[in-house]
């Protein structure tokens, strides 16, 4: 029986093998962003796991560049923090947007109105189109 725990996202049992060894299941590697180590506390009652992060994430290489970009522009202390602020806060509203249209464009693939739409299913860059071969790549 599993504890009250804030901030849980999703549960299972996991079974460990006579080697001692267990699985993590694939919507969890995939939801951390796992690579191929995690860091493991032994706490008093479970083993915490937790992501080694090795390698930077697009989001944080973005975030680097504003922040090299604003600061090579001289400005002041109160007028760095503001721009940077302001910078980020633009560039996170740009990735929201993102995600929101594409989210649209996933819901409107079903829609009998195709004008205008993104025909999009996941697997187009794999195939042609017109016959269902695979594609070739460039």
């Given at each position: 029986?599993?504890?009250?725990?804030?901030?849980?996202?999703?549960?299972?049992?996991?079974?460990?093998?006579?080697?001692?060894?267990?699985?993590?299941?694939?919507?969890?590697?995939?939801?951390l962003?796992?690579?191929?180590?995690?860091?493991?506390?032994?706490?008093?009652?479970?083993?915490?796991?937790?992501?080694?992060?090795?390698?930077?994430?697009?989001?944080?290489?973005?975030?680097?560049?504003?922040?090299?970009?604003?600061?090579?522009?001289?400005?002041?202390?109160?007028?760095?923090?503001?721009?940077?602020?302001?910078?980020?806060?633009e560039?996170?509203?740009?990735?929201?947007?993102?995600?929101?249209e594409?989210?649209?464009?996933?819901?409107?693939?079903?829609?009998?109105?195709?004008?205008?739409?993104?025909d999009?299913?996941?697997?187009?860059?794999?195939?042609?189109?017109?016959?269902?071969?695979?594609?070739?790549?460039?």
């Amino acid at each position: 029986m599993m504890n009250k725990l804030t901030g849980v996202n999703e549960y299972r049992d996991i079974k460990i093998t006579s080697k001692r060894q267990l699985t993590i299941p694939k919507s969890y590697f995939d939801a951390l962003n796992l690579e191929d180590e995690v860091q493991a506390y032994l706490l008093d009652d479970g083993i915490f796991l937790k992501p080694v992060r090795t390698k930077e994430t697009l989001q944080e290489k973005d975030i680097q560049s504003i922040v090299r970009k604003t600061l090579a522009e001289g400005l002041s202390e109160e007028e760095l923090a503001m721009e940077l602020t302001r910078r980020i806060n633009e560039y996170n509203r740009l990735l929201a947007d993102r995600v929101h249209e594409f989210k649209e464009d996933m819901a409107d693939l079903g829609s009998d109105d195709d004008k205008g739409d993104l025909d999009f299913n996941g697997l187009d860059v794999f195939f042609n189109e017109e016959n269902g071969e695979a594609s070739q790549s460039t």
